[in-house]
């Protein structure tokens, strides 16, 4: 049975044996105080906290690999300097509008304070303790980022999980990996190339347990604040797909129209196959192949989308970073936690960079959000909030994720001079005869 199905049973049941644990509750007493009620929340707690840990455990050595492959293979190609350099400015462009836009329909919508948000909240840990380590940790403090980038000390950095200096080290790695020649390059690169197919062999192991992860989560929160919290959630959900969509139809074609002097009606057509392959599969790595031969009917020429598209697999999310991006502002609006422009600043920062590092990996957005919670404070179990709808959001952000991918191979091939007469003519533009 496909993982999501699993999944969706999980889900269903952990809502049945919530409701059995809520019914079975003698009036006036939670369900979490009943002898039944206390014995499941701890089970579930504990094997919810199993699942939790596992992600955090490989997010070290995935980000660390992802990057310095990454940059080793960016930083290797021919063409890196001139296409290269257009195709991440277009990418960070991308990133930062789908950011923006999360980071806006959140604050305006705030999904974390409406009806429910309170029961979601006796399922947190006290919001007293996250406040005090969520204090402080702004944008604004831009020397405090600017040493946690640079570590004194790798290993500690490495243990304690500090994001900025991961990166940072992980880049610098990576790029003078790519200077190297002869056998010491091969053995690096095959070193470094192997242990990221590893991490991802155990993410995909980890996520084989994602069914009991998501019941116990799920389950515990059901049991401790019953279904009050379905209404938070939905309107969650809704943020979220309004915020895709306005990316989805609105940033990207307009990039394309006004940019790239492309029709995106046109060129949308020709994606159809790669963004309904992202949809089903959730995955925009295994969308790949599709992916190519879509911007090939585009007439994208293959010099273009053989460089943009693969790299477009490993540095470019834009569904993810704003999901990220929706997903924690969220549970610090749950938690009652009010964080300030600076805070969320450095909550676009951090989605960013995190998209980047854990592209193309399986659950890559959990990893992204397990690795930006701390760093503003907030608590890593949370993230068992939005675990009942991930599934379905998934697979709209990979959509999304691919189609970004595609408008900056139009945008590239545009800025490198080729006319892409399929749907350039559309828009009034010459053709290659003309």
Known sequence: MALHWQ???????????????????????????????????????????????????????????????????????????????????????TGIFAIFTGLIAVNLISPGTVEGAQAMRNALPDATAQLARAEGRGFGDLVGIISRAIPPNIIEAAAETQLLALIFVGAVF???????????????????????????????????????????????????????????????????????????????????RFVGQVNPLAYYRKLLPAQLTAFSTASSSATLPVTLNSAADAGVPRRVTGFVLPLGATVNMDGTALYECVVVIFIAQVMGIDLTIGQQLLVLLLALLTSIGVAGIPAASLVAIVLILPVVGLPVEAIGLVLAVDRILDMCRTAVNVTGDLTVTALVARAEGEELPEVAAAAGLPDSNG
């Open 174 to 256: 990576g790029y003078f990996m790519s200077r190297l020649t002869g056998k010491a390059r091969e053995t690096l690169q095959s070193f470094w190339e192997g242990v990221q197919e590893v991490t991802i062999m155990i993410t995909m192991w980890i996520m084989r347990f994602a069914p009991l992860g998501v019941f116990a989560l799920v389950g515990e929160t059901f049991i401790v604040s019953g279904f009050a919290p379905l209404v938070a959630l939905g309107v969650f959900f809704i943020t979220v797909l309004l915020a895709l969509a306005i990316h989805f139809f609105g940033w990207l074609p307009l990039l394309l």
């Open 7 to 93: 999944i969706a049973i999980a889900l269903l049941l952990a809502a049945l044996v919530g409701g059995i644990v809520q019914m079975a509750a003698p009036d006036g007493v939670e369900a979490s105080a009943t002898a039944l009620g206390s014995a499941l929340v701890a089970t579930l707690d504990f094997i919810g906290g199993l699942f939790v840990n596992a992600l955090k455990m490989i997010v070290v050595p995935i980000i660390l690999a992802s990057i310095i492959v990454g940059v080793a293979n960016m930083a290797g190609q021919d063409a890196f300097g001139r296409v290269g350099g257009k195709t991440l400015g277009f990418y960070v462009i």
